[in-house]
């Protein structure tokens, strides 16, 4: 069968492997037909040859970890034949730690998990693959146009499930807040909290592209200003861009009693002069949180599925700018233009 695949570390090694062998039994009880996998950084990082590691003994890598697929068998009865399903992208690590211990895998402490399409385990840009029950998230059939939307929104799940948590530490009741970047994390992001009733602002640089109409079509507010100039304080932020200076800014503004969490993946090696005294001081006085977020839980998962059937279709739809078939395989992953989310489609 055809499968997208790289060699880690080798630069420009992108390609479309025509007799890749079918997945084996030990990959899990539940056979797979592919339908869609969604492109994002961390792909272009492992195309680049920053990032990506083969599963033991293996050279080459299968590339994807934002999957769709339609079930083909499952023994288990977990789900029926023609079910849609994604597989979870982290595994927990072989220690455990006490967190993969107890399946928490998103919280790993030894960095020693393995993630489909990523590190060390083989990604789900092929024709077919396996996944045991427990890493097999089940969706409405209905969902098929924009499923491969899961794994992103398990992300931003995760990121309010424990926004929520922090919240709860004291009465909270939160009103407004910001999302800095409007890729699709932050536009995901703001969807999420849209359906949480909250007043949803979203700063992005861009003033073109399909970007401000895909913020007002939630019924939140655009902003193209610095965050500094915005005329409020936030409750909530959640940082999607990774960006040093947006990061401290958005830290320095969220209000009392505010919750930052952060998302983005900065690439380090830039210094910034700033006063880290005053924002120590801030963050103390007004009983601040600052907050990482990375990957999610099963538990987040199911929370994203839920999410995603709740949504509008249409809008879910418009995060999709370009569908590419598999046997332009190369064209999916070229970057540049107004693209929000790419995915590769693999013909029935
Ligand atoms: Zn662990």
């Given at each position: 069968m055809r499968a997208v695949t790289v060699t880690p570390g080798v630069a420009d090694s992108l390609q479309l492997t025509e007799d890749w062998p079918e997945p084996a039994a030990e990959e899990g009880a539940i056979l797979v037909q592919a339908l869609a996998v969604g492109i994002c950084g961390t792909d272009q990082e492992i195309i680049a040859g920053h990032y990506g590691e083969a599963p033991p003994g293996q050279e080459r890598l299968v590339l994807g970890h934002e999957s769709l697929g339609r079930v083909l068998e499952d023994p288990t009865g977990t789900l029926q034949p023609g079910d849609l399903v994604a597989g979870v992208v982290r595994h927990p690590d072989p220690v455990p730690c006490r967190n993969c211990a107890v399946d928490q895998w998103d919280m790993c402490r030894n960095g020693r998990y393995t993630e489909h399409g990523i590190?060390?385990?083989?990604?789900?840009?092929?024709?077919?693959?396996?996944?045991q029950p427990k890493f097999a998230v089940g969706m409405d059939r209905a969902l098929a146009p924009v499923g491969v939307l899961l794994e992103p929104t398990s992300v931003v799940a995760k990121a309010w499930d424990h926004i929520?948590?922090?919240?709860?530490r004291a009465e909270w009741k939160p009103e407004s807040v910001l999302v800095t970047g409007a890729g699709p994390i932050g536009l995901l992001a703001a969807l999420l909290a849209t359906q949480r009733?909250?007043?949803?602002?979203?700063?992005?640089?861009?003033?073109?592209?399909?970007?401000?109409?895909?913020?007002?079509?939630?019924?939140?507010?655009?902003?193209?200003?610095?965050?500094?100039?915005?005329?409020?304080?936030?409750?909530?932020?959640?940082?999607?861009?990774?960006?040093?200076?947006?990061?401290?800014?958005?830290?320095?503004?969220?209000?009392?009693?505010?919750?930052?969490?952060?998302?983005?993946?900065?690439s380090g090696g830039r210094s910034l002069d700033f006063d880290a005294g005053a924002l120590n001081r801030a963050l103390v006085l007004e009983n601040n949180v600052v907050f990482g977020s990375v990957n999610a839980g099963r538990r987040h998962w199911d929370l994203a599925a839920a999410a995603l059937t709740q949504a509008d279709q249409a809008w879910l739809d418009s995060l999709i700018t370009r569908r590419v078939p598999l046997s332009s395989y190369a064209e999916a992953y070229s970057t540049g233009g107004e693209d929000i989310k790419v995915v590769l489609e693999f013909e029935p």
């Open positions: 590190k060390g385990l083989p990604g789900f840009a092929r024709e077919r693959w396996r996944v929520e948590r922090i919240g709860r009733g909250l007043s949803v602002h979203v700063l992005d640089r861009n003033t073109t592209g399909p970007k401000p109409e895909l913020v007002r079509a939630l019924g939140a507010t655009y902003h193209t200003t610095t965050v500094d100039e915005l005329d409020f304080e936030p409750d909530v932020v959640v940082e999607c861009t990774g960006a040093p200076v947006v990061v401290i800014a958005a830290m320095c503004k969220v209000g009392p009693t505010g919750i930052v969490c952060l998302t983005g993946v900065s």
